[in-house]
């Protein structure tokens, strides 16, 4: 059984039909021992992370990187409320110009729109110069990048984008394709 230990309380909503199947199962289950309740819910959440795990080792993170981009895209827009986003061209700018002018690691960053693609380039001071510094090149520039620059896009366009080349190095390359 999984055990939760430090965890602050939430309240979720859930249907009132479905709530009372769970009541039924959980009291036949439990047969209303103390704490039946608890327990029940306990072990449907670990059911829950169990199944999540696997559908994330099954399908892949995608839909995490996603959910991640258009919450912090959507954070960002709040910042820009002067921006009429109505082109491509203007979510790219406002967060590559925010991550140019805040990195250590990046020493140049463009990007051409042609069409359906987006190709962004980043000439970067880590890979020969700091080895050890690559993960942070990926995990604080470019990831965040693409799936913010992902999030904008999808938002401003109404498609769908994919990346359809991720390249990391001394010069790094993210490369989204609007999906057809």
Known sequence: MTEFTNLKRATVSIPQDLDYKFKKVASQKFKFEKGW??????????????YNNLIQLKNGTDSIGRFLGKLIWDEWKQNFQDVDFQT????????LNNFSNKSTYVENIDYRINNDDLKIYLKSYTVEDRPYMVENLLTEYLQPITIITRAGIEEVTGDDYKI???????SSKIH????D
């Not at 491509?88 to 967060?95: R, S």
């Open 88 to 95: 491509p061209n203007e979510p790219t700018n406002q967060i």
């Open 37 to 50: 309740y608890s327990k029940a819910m306990i072990e449907a959440m670990g059911i829950w992370l169990k």
């Open 164 to 170: 359809n080349e991720f390249k990391v190095g001394k």
């Open 176 to 179: 989204l394709k609007k999906v």
